[in-house]
């Protein structure tokens, strides 16, 4: 989202593209830095950069993101070919180094990089926790949510440009509000972009455990355009590891919690993550994980191996369990959670669901139901058999079969 901003700002003065293409003549690379693969990535693509540079292929390099915000004074010492570092809230700055003036009457517009039927909205900035494992607030600051009005001109600005799906993204995102408003006030944010003229879906990520906002089930279950889908990252569910991940909720308020989701969002898709290989945690600790996701049955889930961060406070514990155990441990939930997504799936087969058509990959169309996200979730394919149809329309299809993580289906003469 970041980079789209800034294209947009670049607006008519560049010739803008997102790829990577040595060739171009000035390059921005928008940078993670928020675990060790993404760094390693960030960092790959800058020397690749710097090598088209001193090639002739290229003429300025310039590296913004999160990396760059963390590591600026290091990459400066050890790339040197780079022609400025900025941080995450450098925007101005960047474009006075491509000779551009920032424009305020742009705020909220943004050059679409996603397919143009569904676009990312970021509603707010940083966190205000302090999970122990996590950079996000040493990188991105404390918790900062955008006004609702002006979220939902970004959300007028994108459904005019054809977005029908939103994907609201927060780091904290029923935090969202307390800042600003002194209370919580992702419901009715939700509530006010579900009335933006074009916009069919609205789906939400990163929902945190504690304290989480009741009205928002009824949201989900009420209002047709929100989608039966949750994204909450539950971590763990050991009493000392979410302790000492400082996390704000224990097992039994995390039960509680997922209990109530499941007697009250009875057709919702529930999507959540874990990290596995925490400092210290043990064979039994792992084992009540395993046990807990073989119980709740989520929907969608994802499993992460913990890494170490510098300067966050599980730095400090001893990162003792090995790379080799991480990976035996994360593929065997992922394993199980194989076998429960084939159980999920095969219940769908015979229904009749909604699916926006996102691409087209010869020999399928592939879609989504209202139950997953693009790129992280299950998709529907349609053979394209006697088939035309337009990518990023709304159509009703019969589910055939189910595999373990995707569905195959075919057009339903309801439409
Ligand atoms: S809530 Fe999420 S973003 Fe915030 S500190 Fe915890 S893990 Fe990081």
């Known amino acids: 989202m970041d980079s789209e901003v800034l294209m947009r700002q670049l607006g008519d003065n560049y010739i803008v593209s997102h790829n990577l293409n040595t060739e171009a003549d000035i390059q921005v690379v928008n940078t993670c830095g928020f675990i060790g693969d993404a760094k390693e990535e960030s960092v790959d693509t800058i020397l690749q950069l710097t090598k088209a540079k001193s090639n002739g292929l290229t003429k300025k390099v310039f590296v913004t993101g999160c990396l760059s915000q963390r590591y600026k004074n290091d990459l400066k010492k050890e790339i040197p070919d780079v022609d400025g570092f900025f941080g995450v809230n450098d925007l101005p700055e960047i474009l006075k180094s491509l000779e ?11 050059k679409i990089t996603t397919p143009s039927h569904f676009a990312y909205l970021k509603i707010s900035e940083g966190c205000d926790r302090d999970c122990s494992y996590c950079a996000i607030p040493l990188i991105r600051g404390k918790h900062k949510s955008k006004p609702i009005e002006e ?18 993204i927060a780091q904290d995102l029923t935090y969202y509000g307390i800042d600003i408003y002194r209370k919580r006030k ?64 224990d097992k039994d308020t995390t039960i509680n919690l997922v209990e109530k989701f499941r007697q009250k969002l009875t057709n919702a898709s529930l999507r959540t993550t874990f990290i596995v290989g925490y400092p210290g945690e ?37 990162d003792d369990v090995d790379p080799q155990t991480k990976q035996d441990i994360a593929d065997k939930l992922m394993m199980l959670q194989q076998q429960l997504s084939l159980e999920r799936n095969k219940e769908k087969v015979g229904l009749t669901l909604k699916v926006i058509i996102d691409r087209k990959e010869d020999p399928y169309y592939i879609g989504r139901t209202e139950f997953d996200s693009p790129e992280v979730d299950n998709e529907v394919l349609i053979n394209i058999e006697n088939e035309d149809l337009k990518l990023g329309e709304f159509y009703n299809v019969e589910i055939t079969k189910a595999d373990f993580f995707d569905l195959y289906g075919k057009i339903s003469p309801e439409n």
């Open 100 to 110: 551009v003036d920032y424009k305020e009457e742009l705020i909220g517009e943004r």
């Open 151 to 168: 979220l939902v001109k970004e959300a007028q600005f994108l459904a005019s440009n054809g977005v029908k799906e939103l994907i609201l």
């Open 186 to 249: 992702i419901t009715e944010l939700v509530n006010k972009l579900s009335e933006v003229k074009g916009i069919e879906w609205i789906r939400l990520h990163y929902a945190y455990p504690a304290a989480f906002p009741l009205d928002l089930i009824d949201e989900i279950n009420d209002n047709p355009k929100v989608c039966n889908y949750l994204d909450i990252p539950l971590q763990h569910i050991n009493n000392r590891i979410l302790k000492s991940m400082k996390r704000a909720h």
């Open 282 to 318: 043990t064979d039994e600790e792992f084992e009540e994980l395993y046990q807990f996701v073989e119980k709740y049955k989520f929907d969608r889930m994802g499993v992460f191996q913990y890494s170490e961060e510098e300067d966050t406070s599980a730095f400090d514990l001893k």
